[in-house]
């Protein structure tokens, strides 16, 4: 079981899993410390209130924590929009990288090799004769 056990998280995978973890852990506190130092303060601009966790609404005796709701959602939102811009430069760079692969290609093709060349003045030459 141990032998397993130690093969198992070997593995790649889970490996690359782990550096994912600890790097999405170290990004939500820079997506927290954008939205809690930067983004709330403009955003309590606007409705006069920069600290959203302590918006608080009291219904009877219980208290809905509607501030850190709204810092939640603000950082979902962040998150989002950083994953898509990075999603979306890695597929731009994809498809420049297979238009440049293809134009190689192309030109490849349509330029003859030089045992073409040379094989067309061999032909050339007997042609000739």
Do not use: C
Not at 106 to 129: G, M, Y
């Amino acid at each position: 079981m141990w032998k397993e056990f130690k093969e198992f998280i070997a593995k790649g995978n889970i490996l690359d899993l782990a550096v994912g973890m600890v790097m999405g852990a170290a990004f939500t506190a820079i997506v927290n410390s954008l939205v809690n130092d930067i983004i709330s303060p403009f955003i309590g601009l606007l409705i006069g209130q920069a600290d959203f966790s302590q918006l608080v609404i009291k219904i009877g005796t219980a208290e809905v924590m509607l501030g850190n709701f709204i810092n939640s959602v603000i950082s979902f939102l962040i998150i989002a929009l950083v994953l898509f811009f990075v999603i979306k430069g890695l597929n731009s760079l994809q498809k420049l990288n297979k238009k440049q692969v293809e134009e190689e290609a192309a030109a490849e093709e349509a330029a003859p090799s030089q045992e073409e060349v040379l094989l067309a003045e061999i032909r050339d030459l007997l042609k000739n004769k």
